[in-house]
């Protein structure tokens, strides 16, 4: 009997510590993608990318 509670208690720990850990892997999860976020909209330098590669039409 005595193991039978000693089971059902490091069963329910588990499910808590999982829990917990499941927890803590979103809430980095979503700082992480505020900060890219916040990377994507802040203004960085022009960058020229042309529309077409330069050798686009140059078998005309």
């Known amino acids: 009997m005595l193991t039978m509670a000693f089971v059902t208690i490091l069963y329910v720990a588990g499910f808590v ?3 917990g850990v499941i927890r803590v892997a979103v809430r980095h999860a979503l700082e992480d993608l505020d ?9 960085g330098p022009p960058q020229e990318r042309p529309f077409a590669p330069e050798r686009f039409l140059a078998g005309n």
Not at 35 to 43: D, G, K
């Open 17 to 19: 510590f999982l829990y």
């Open 35 to 43: 900060t890219r976020r916040a990377e994507a909209l802040r203004p």
